[in-house]
T-cell receptor, first 114, second 110 residues
Framework: DAGVTQSPTHLIKTRGQQVTLRCSPKSGHDTVSWYQQALGQGPQFIFQYYEEEERQRGNFPDRFSGHQFPNYSSELNVNALLLGDSALYLC?????????????FGQGTRLTVV | GQQVMQIPQYQHVQEGEDFTTYCNSSTTLSNIQWYKQRPGGHPVFLIQLVKSGEVKKQKRLTFQFGEAKKNSSLHITATQTTDVGTYFCAGLNSGYALNFGKGTSLLVTP
């Protein structure tokens, strides 16, 4: 049983560019959350998708957007990249809406903006 | 908004010593979860606490949830080198977002 898979694992982009990160949730999970983890910090909630809708959003600008597909996989898009967007981007999946259930994290995508 | 604070930020112990990390929330939590992240790895779920005053044990690890559901602790008895990593608490209030603390990084020297 595959866990949460993310692609790519590493990415280098230039300031101002756009990036798309992908996540496949653990089998049986219907909810996907995205987190940004800066070096030495805890993960920061970006948003959560359930039933193909953004259900809750953290304190991130509109440059961060996402999508969930009918097969529950998800994408995170970041436009107009800034140097400060360099971080580990983590996808977490959970079951039945995501409350009171553990979150399974993927290995993350390490994004470097130069 | 809700803030989750964790102390200490770092802890260096000799193998066999005990270790405790504390977590405090500015608001009452619906539940609190604990995660461990090894260097270069991703957060891995350890446990979830839901009830006021709840205490759960996993072998050498003891987790507590405060009576007011605003604080929690993780205690490791007789640390081992395999315990090395960063321990995060993550609080859930009325929404769906897990609010993570900054974590406590544990280093265990043989």
């Amino acid at each position: 049983d595959a866990g949460v898979t993310q692609s790519p694992t590493h990415l280098i982009k230039t300031r101002g560019q756009q990036v798309t990160l992908r996540c496949s949730p653990k089998s049986g999970h219907d909810t996907v959350s995205w987190y940004q983890q800066a070096l030495g910090q805890g993960p920061q909630f970006i948003f959560q998708y359930y039933e193909e809708e953004e259900r809750q959003r953290g304190n991130f600008p509109d440059r961060f957007s996402g999508h969930q597909f009918p097969n529950y996989s998800s994408e995170l898009n970041v436009n107009a990249l800034l140097l400060g967007d360099s971080a580990l981007y983590l996808c977490a999946s959970s079951y039945v809406g995501g409350r009171n259930t553990e979150a399974f994290f993927g290995q993350g995508t390490r994004l470097t903006v130069v | 908004g809700q803030q989750v604070m964790q102390i200490p930020q770092y802890q260096h112990v000799q193998e066999g010593e005990d270790f405790t990390t504390y977590c405090n929330s500015s608001t009452t939590l619906s539940n609190i979860q604990w995660y461990k992240q090894r260097p270069g790895g991703h957060p891995v779920f350890l446990i979830q606490l839901v009830k006021s005053g709840e205490v759960k044990k996993q072998k050498r690890l003891t987790f507590q949830f405060g009576e007011a559901k605003k604080n929690s602790s993780l205690h490791i008895t007789a640390t081992q080198t395999t315990d090395v990593g960063t321990y995060f608490c993550a609080g859930l209030n009325s929404g769906y977002a897990l609010n993570f603390g900054k974590g406590t990084s544990l280093l265990v020297t043989p």
